[in-house]
């Protein structure tokens, strides 16, 4: 079965940049959508956007100034980078398989916490 | 943007029972509805798709319905296994969003 993993700094200061990796396992990144959400404390999910292998891709219109995905083939990963990060970016981030459509597989998250 | 509201936010139920969630979209999504479970610490699994599909690997226990802007998950017997989190998901326009979530505890 198809397993995602999240890594990246756990603690991110004030006004730089967050950055995520999410690492496939089980199935190729290749013909697929891949996508990051994320849950701030207390709150409910919320969609941050998705990317196509190939690299088309897809923001909340809410985040898309500061939102990069981009998908490397070659390792089977795919990441997300969010500039310009505040206290309200702090939240449990999740990478998942798919975009348009179910997301049929799911890291377990991982916590992002920006402060000083 | 779609607004997606669940009902109830909580319920406390028993081994056996059978349990209703309802899923509420702001606009139609026709049938663009994916329903979650998520448990703490793990990845959410994906049970139900497009209003009433079940997911390969979700127990026959649950089901799904509706179309349009009413929706819902049904389990039909809980097992201890059920006792989670529950969220939808709209798929039928970008941003996807998501509703706030239904916690399923023990009676």
């Known amino acids: 079965q198809v397993q995602l993993q999240e890594s990246g700094p756990g603690l991110v200061k004030p006004s730089e940049t967050l950055s995520l990796t999410c690492t496939v396992s089980?199935?190729?990144?290749?013909?697929?959508?891949w996508s990051w959400i994320r849950q701030p404390p207390g709150k409910g999910l919320e969609w941050i956007g998705y990317?196509?292998?190939?690299?088309?891709?897809n923001y909340n219109p809410y985040l898309k100034s500061r939102v990069t995905i981009s998908v490397d083939t070659s390792k089977n990963q795919f990441s997300l980078k969010l500039t310009s990060v505040t206290a309200a970016d702090t939240a449990v981030y999740y990478c998942?398989?798919?975009?348009?459509?179910?997301?049929?597989?799911w890291g377990q998250g991982t916590q992002v916490t920006v402060s000083s | 943007d779609i607004q997606m509201t669940q009902s109830p936010s909580s319920l406390s139920a028993s081994v056996g029972d059978r349990v209703t969630i309802t899923c509420r979209a702001s606009?139609?999504?026709?049938?663009?509805l994916n329903w979650y479970q998520h448990k703490p610490g793990k990845a959410p699994r994906l049970l139900i798709f497009?209003?009433?599909s079940l997911q390969g690997g979700a127990p026959s226990r649950f089901s799904g319905s509706g179309s349009g802007t009413e929706f819902t998950l049904t389990i039909s017997s809980l097992q201890p296994e059920d006792f989670a989190t529950y969220f939808c998901?709209?798929?039928?326009?970008?941003?996807?969003?998501f509703g706030p979530g239904t916690k399923v505890d023990l009676k």
């Open positions: 998942a398989r798919g975009g348009h459509s179910p997301y049929d597989w």
């Open positions: 089980g199935g190729s990144i290749s013909s697929q959508y």
């Open positions: 990317s196509y292998y190939s690299g088309s891709t």
């Open positions: 606009q139609s999504i026709g049938d663009y």
């Open positions: 497009a209003a009433s």
């Open positions: 998901q709209q798929s039928y326009s970008t941003p996807i969003t």
